[in-house]
């Protein structure tokens, strides 16, 4: 290309090719040179950026690429839609923050804050051909449902991809895996990208979803986000640039949002199978101290040992034993009975990571078990059920711990779980919800007091907020 030729962009494989001169729109933007091609390589996120830019600094550039937002309007058939519900002041405040960053950014709520209501708000304000990643099959069917009730959309408007569906529309709903798998179908069709869940935004596949999109409008949403996490780094330096807005549960308890709420742990002081909980900890410690293993680091050096190593294995073998002891005492189901009594006439949901233990409680007290192994048909049959009776009772597997849109419950009870704070806020929200007879909401968890469990519910309990 000649020195005086005006400088062009075209895609170029999955990035963008930039033909011309380095001007300053390039300036602290990621762009390697192609020695082969004669070009700069640069993200297809990048380029709203740049276009910025050219129109700041009046530079001439070429490209048939779109990036402005008349050209990803909606089509005259969806200028209809409007949101038919009011915004609490805090989702307004929200929805300002990102629009005052350029309509993009990072919104941290909680469960049960309305982050969904939120997504229709930044549709509607916006009005542009938007796509929506959900990291799940189910959230895609909540989605869909949402857009209908609160824009008033019509089915056949609304694109599906993902659980056998390959349909894009002006306003289209995709799973993370078919984000991916059909980045080149996606990428230049979109003004707005929403992303749910974006914690779960992590790992080079999923990452190359919010580097490939052109999207000039980006808006994430989580209820556990924190700065440690990887996924708020990629987020941050792939287009959504900060977080615009957060609030904590407990500053939407003050406001009458979310319900009043109580924690309370249950701690079994002996389990049966004490003696060989402890024979299993015996070998995990063992090899730790053989190999000079300490602190948080112990764990991901044990994991990384496992394929090379028999020991290692063995240890490995050992604490998911503990694990599994420690997780379904039998003396938790006397406890859980003492509960069910005491709450005959509350909703509930009771969470289990174990889904064998799961499907146990689900004999011994007649509880409809929801988990990955539960068909589509009965799933929606038990959530119905829960929905309509006050009294209703259900026990889920991780499969709920996040973006499934649970009908409020008064208690929960934590059979067993993970260390992980993000799990137990999610937890902790399925109960938050507001209800005109709910007054106050209790989350109960119950550990086997002298074991890695008590260590698990300490730690996932420190940064509620």
Known sequence: MLDNEIPYIRFQGEDLAYYGEFYKCLEGIEAIWDEKGNFYRIYPRDFALIMERVSKYNLPIKTSLPFTLPEYMFPSSYFNLSLNLPLYDFQNEALMHWINNKYRGIVVLPTGAGKT?????????????TVIIVPTILLLEQWKN????????????????????????SITISTFESAYLYLKRFRSQFGL?????????????????IDGYLSPYRLALTATLNKSDSAFETLVNRGFQKVVYEIFPKELEKLNILSHYKIVTIKIDKIKEENEYKKNIDILTSFFKKHRLYGPEAFEKLRFMINRNQDAYNAFQAYNNAKKIAFSAEEKLNELEKLLINHENDKMIIFSDMIDFCERIGREFMIPVLSHRTSKEERNFIMNFFRTNSNAKICV??????????????????VCGTSQTRQFIQRLGRILRKDEKKNEATLYEIVSKNTLEMRYSTKRKKSIR
């Open 146 to 169: 949402r857009l209908i009730e609160n824009l008033g959309l019509k089915s056949d408007q609304i694109g599906i991809f993902g659980g056998g569906d390959q349909e894009i529309k």
């Open 397 to 414: 597997g991780k499969i709920f711990d996040e973006g499934v849109d649970v009908p409020s419950a008064k208690v929960g009870i934590i």
């Open 117 to 129: 209501i939120l997504g229709c708000a930044a549709i509607e304000k916006l009005k542009a051909s």
């Open 193 to 209: 990208l929403i992303i749910d869940e974006a914690h779960n935004l992590t790992g080079s596949n999923y990452e190359k979803i």
